[in-house]
């Protein structure tokens, strides 16, 4: 196995845990965890993890910038806020865009393997489609301010000449093990299960497209193992470099989902539908699907699990588990 540690920036949020938790199973315990761990449940998810130190997001930043941190081969950056309602533009701009810079920077004059999380949500509504080619970035819109964030590095990346040398994710809507912490931001699986424990039943926003029905809203839903997966792939091909999609290629419904879990739970579906507020309707995406032809061509071969597989999954581990992490 190389020599060097693997620095996992937010390795105590949802997907980096479960990169963590992932590279253990393949023996890998050379880890350097790097979060922001404040109050909240986020700090549960390392327990059980294999690795060798944890760092501040702060901490870890000035000793790169001091350049004191050395013995490092890859850096997996995941940390950031994924907020889709956050409106503070100058946190997003720090956090999220300027934090990413200097990592980046730091792992191209060090030859180390980075890979960095983008998003789904670079996209927008949808306009353009969900190609992951690097000559659309121009025209891409997104709907967010983090959305924006994440698009802007992905530019600056591009316009630097750096994803001939790096990789970025575009992971479409995860869900899966250690995501209780998200608040809003939890997967409708994880609020599905929750609603349907506490009240029997599922509420799911209307359509106000002629096209969808009520649930009938589409998503490139994906477990986070193969979304973990997926990462990995990129981790021992370095080779492989530029922009990618993290979808399964196939958009299902809200009301596939939320139904996947009820039958999970052994349970006839109760889905109510309710009004979508006001200023959430103008931006309202109702189709996402990763493009998949450019990961698929880089050598990426294996299945993604059909959606009813990946939610018996996770809610067979929530009933096993979500009483640890609500506790």
Not at 10 to 29: C, Y
Not at 260 to 281: C, D, Q, S
């Amino acid at each position: 196995m190389s020599k060097g540690r693997i620095v996992v920036t937010g390795g105590a949020g949802f997907i980096g845990a479960n990169v963590v938790s992932a590279l253990n199973e393949r023996g890998e315990e050379k880890i350097l965890i790097v979060d922001h761990l404040s109050e909240g449940l986020k700090w549960k998810n390392l327990v059980g993890l294999k690795f060798e130190d944890y760092l501040d997001r702060d901490d870890f930043l000035r000793l790169i910038e001091e350049e004191k941190l050395g013995n490092i081969r890859a850096i997996i950056h995941l940390g950031a806020c994924s907020d889709t309602t956050v409106r503070d533009l100058q946190f997003l701009y720090k956090n999220n865009y300027q934090y990413s810079q200097k990592i980046c920077l730091f792992a191209l004059k060090n030859n180390l393997r980075f890979i960095y999380a983008s998003s789904a949500a670079t996209y927008g509504d949808g306009s353009f489609g969900f190609k992951d080619d690097e000559g659309l970035l121009f025209k891409l819109r997104p709907l967010n301010p983090y959305g924006f964030f994440k698009h802007l590095f992905d530019l600056w990346a591009y316009q630097k000449g750096f994803l001939k040398f790096v990789v970025g994710l575009k992971y479409f809507n995860v869900f899966g093990d250690k995501e209780f912490h998200k608040g809003e931001m939890r997967s409708v699986a994880l609020k599905a299960y929750e609603q349907i424990k506490r009240e029997g039943k599922v509420r799911l926003f209307k359509s106000y497209h002629p096209d969808y029905e009520d649930g009938g809203q589409l998503r490139d839903f994906i477990y986070v193992k193969d979304a973990v997966e997926v990462t990995l792939f990129f981790l021992d091909h370095p080779e492989i470099n530029g922009l990618f999609n993290v979808g399964t290629g196939k958009a299902r419904s809200f009301k596939d989902l939320v139904t996947a879990v009820f039958h999970a739970l052994g349970l006839k579906p109760n889905i109510e539908y309710i009004e979508m507020p006001e200023p959430l309707r103008k931006q309202y995406q109702y189709f996402t699907q990763a493009d998949l032809t450019k990961l698929r061509k880089a050598g990426y071969n294996k299945p993604f699990r059909e959606l009813e597989e990946a939610v018996k999954e996770y809610v067979n581990f929530l009933e096993k588990e979500s009483s640890y992490f609500l506790g």
